[in-house]
């Protein structure tokens, strides 16, 4: 059932485009000056934020408009002039018009994120302005809906030397398209930092997407992690640091949040809505995560950084594709397998 009603969605938003470009031929069809920013669509505080920020604090001149959702905790940061609703009529419009189109995840300036990254090779789907893919994060592992065999773009950015390597060597796409310069957000990785720690593990792609929570809670995921942020001697750190533990999921994974169940008041389990990645990573004194690559980020403060890999043989059988990056040789901290060795 969910299957179908996803699928009768996703041919609404396809009917809605084409007639709007009809319209838009008739009317419109001008290419403007605008850059057309957005992370997810719903959100403002990755690359997207950060590079928002930057042209209206260095290049006020310029015409620049911000994709968010109208019920996004962080549209207060976007000036409301700047504002572009998310899959509104405007929306359609602007995403069909202007000269940039710049996003954190793949195709996230467009109306509906899952449907135009199947259709953008198609001409008919396809906008007339520069398609910037910022990146949400360094890139180390072989994610084909990314290669050029999918995506169809103008520049994509990369954010240090191997990854760029490992792009141009796998993705299919030109030195012309993918460019080394670093990401927009680790220029805002300023800040002191508390005694806190920070947990935060990645999803898994295959079998998380639509399970119930029932059967969540039988993962070995939900255990291992529910386990550690219960258990006595972290507990005790806790108290004796006079430190808490902030369990930040993954946006996939928010969903299940109300599952896990912390004994203790110094164990934190985060809502998105209330938390900014950024500040809780600026803020934390210690990352624990499996292979979220905000291990990056934390790594670029010179910060300690702990991985848990309880199931490393099938994360990289059933959800990812293993890239150039070795946890243990390349790493920027110790691996575990085991909880009382990440206590």
Known sequence: ?????TRMYQLLVIIKYSILKFI??????????VFLISERGIDARDNGYVFYNYLKTNHPELTVKYVIDKKSSDIDKINKD??????????YFYYMNSKYLISTHAMGYSPNMRVFLKLNKIKWFKPKGIQVFLQHGIINNYLKEITKEKLDID????GAKKEYKYLLENFGFDKDTIKLTGLARYDNLKGKTNNDILLMPTWRKKYFYTISD???KQTDYYKKFNNLINNDRLIEYLRRNDSKLIFYLHHEMQKYAHCFIAKSDRVIIANENKYDIQELLKKSKILITDYSSVFYDFAYMR????????DYNDFYSNHYKEGYFN???DGFGPVFKYEDDVI
């Open 327 to 329: 946890f243990v040789n």
């Open 24 to 33: 838009n031929l008739l009317l419109f069809n001008k290419k403007n000056e």
């Open 303 to 310: 910060k300690n950084i702990i991985y848990f890999q309880f």
């Open 155 to 158: 520049i994509f950015i990369s």
């Open 214 to 216: 029932k059967k969540f």
């Open 82 to 91: 700047d504002i572009i609703f998310h899959a509104s009529l405007k929306h």
């Open 1 to 5: 059932m969910m299957k179908i009603l």
